[in-house]
């Protein structure tokens, strides 16, 4: 189901929330407005008071792209999510659009802590449940993938990461939601991509 946390104590990256303010582009005000609103951020002296390396409340942020998403439509929600490759923490080893979809459930574990300690640990290779996942199967002598997210994020946000993952390394990459499957906007906990490249 989007918009609600799986368990409590979960932080977000503030470098990551930055996407929020990049996806409004021209508009930046209006997402500043949303994450004031929501007790994320301050504005002072007509500066944003969001510091990158600190970390904030991922309930909050939460509560921000349900009333963006209730205010101002799915639209927003997706083109924030476009803007996440740019700002959040990925791996490096990131090449083509295979490996691009795969890194989005290690970035997204990088950009989160629980209790304090980070989701996931590039020197251990250990993670963290308490978020969901950004699926990745691959089909076999196909240009396809499939992605089942199970995140709180709301669906529209993820199909543009995703989107924006696979058109970083092939502009003509589509990234479909399935239909014919579960949905978080309907309650669910999943939703399905196709993403065809």
Same mark, same amino acid.
Request: glycine content about 8%.
């Given at each position: 189901?989007?918009?609600?946390? %799986? *368990?409590?104590?979960? *932080?977000?990256?503030? #470098?990551?929330?930055?996407?929020?303010? $990049?996806?409004?582009?021209? %508009?930046?005000?209006?997402? &500043?407005?949303?994450?004031?609103?929501?007790? +994320?951020? =301050?504005?002072?002296?007509? $500066?944003?008071?969001?510091? !990158?390396?600190?970390?904030?409340?991922?309930?909050?942020?939460? #509560?921000?792209? *349900?009333?963006?998403?209730?205010?101002?439509?799915?639209?927003?929600? %997706?083109?924030?999510?476009?803007?996440?490759?740019?700002?959040?923490?990925? !791996?490096?080893?990131? @090449?083509?659009? =295979?490996?691009?979809?795969?890194? &989005?459930?290690?970035? %997204?574990?990088?950009?989160?802590? @629980?209790?304090? +300690?980070?989701?996931?640990?590039?020197?251990?290779?250990?993670?963290? =449940?308490? &978020?969901?996942?950004?699926?990745? *199967?691959?089909?076999?002598?196909? @240009?396809?993938?499939?992605?089942?997210?199970?995140? !709180?994020? !709301?669906? $529209?946000?993820?199909?543009? +990461?995703?989107?924006?993952?696979?058109?970083?390394? $092939?502009?003509?990459?589509?990234?479909?939601?399935?239909?014919? @499957?579960?949905?978080?906007?309907?309650? #669910?906990?999943?939703?399905?991509?196709?993403?065809?490249?």
């Amino acid at each position: 189901m989007q918009f609600k946390t %799986f *368990e409590p104590n979960i *932080e977000v990256l503030g #470098q990551a929330m930055y996407s929020m303010i $990049e996806g409004f582009g021209a %508009f930046k005000g209006v997402a &500043i407005k949303y994450l004031v609103a929501h007790g +994320i951020c =301050e504005k002072k002296d007509n $500066e944003l008071l969001l510091d !990158p390396a600190q970390w904030y409340s991922l309930d909050q942020w939460l #509560q921000a792209f *349900e009333k963006i998403s209730r205010d101002l439509g799915d639209t927003s929600l %997706f083109l924030t999510g476009k803007c996440i490759p740019i700002n959040a923490k990925f !791996p490096t080893w990131v @090449k083509d659009v =295979e490996s691009a979809v795969k890194s &989005i459930d290690i970035a %997204f574990h990088m950009n989160h802590r @629980k209790n304090g +300690i980070d989701m996931f640990n590039p020197a251990t290779g250990t993670m963290l =449940e308490g &978020i969901g996942h950004y699926g990745f *199967e691959k089909i076999a002598d196909k @240009k396809v993938i499939i992605s089942v997210c199970n995140t !709180p994020y !709301p669906c $529209e946000f993820d199909r543009g +990461i995703i989107t924006a993952m696979a058109n970083k390394f $092939e502009l003509r990459a589509t990234v479909v939601h399935d239909n014919t @499957k579960p949905c978080r906007k309907n309650g #669910q906990d999943s939703c399905t991509y196709i993403i065809n490249y």
